[in-house]
């Protein structure tokens, strides 16, 4: 059995949630969920934001922050939120994602 890739961008709402379940961080950040869940502990480690208790979601702009300031952007973030909602528009309809940027 073949597992769903996460639904990101809700299409009622028009926008992607800013709360995103660990299955969707996890591809946000280019892992499996279960690389993601292994890594886990490293990754809080290494500062990675925690999930929100009331929620137990993550915050998908403080990963974001998260990344930049790994990679040295000076200025959050390389991408707008504009170009976060193309991108996982695209991841949800089976496009490639990185091609929305483009």
């Given amino acids: 059995m073949t597992r769903r890739r996460p639904r990101l961008f809700d299409e009622t709402r028009g ?3 800013r ?12 892992l499996s969920e279960n690389d993601f ?6 990754l809080l480690g290494a500062g990675f934001p925690k999930p929100d208790p009331l929620t137990n979601r993550y915050d998908i702009r403080a990963i974001d922050a ?14 707008n939120d504009n170009d976060i909602d ?12 990185r091609a929305a940027l483009r």
């Fill in 15 to 17: 926008h992607t949630p």
């Fill in 37 to 42: 869940h292994d890594r886990l502990p490293r």
């Fill in 66 to 79: 998260w990344l930049d300031e790994r990679a040295g952007l000076s200025n959050h973030s390389a991408f």
């Fill in 86 to 97: 193309r991108e996982l528009e695209a991841f949800a309809s089976g496009e490639n994602p």
């Fill in 19 to 30: 709360g995103i379940t660990a299955s969707e961080a996890a591809w946000h950040l280019g």
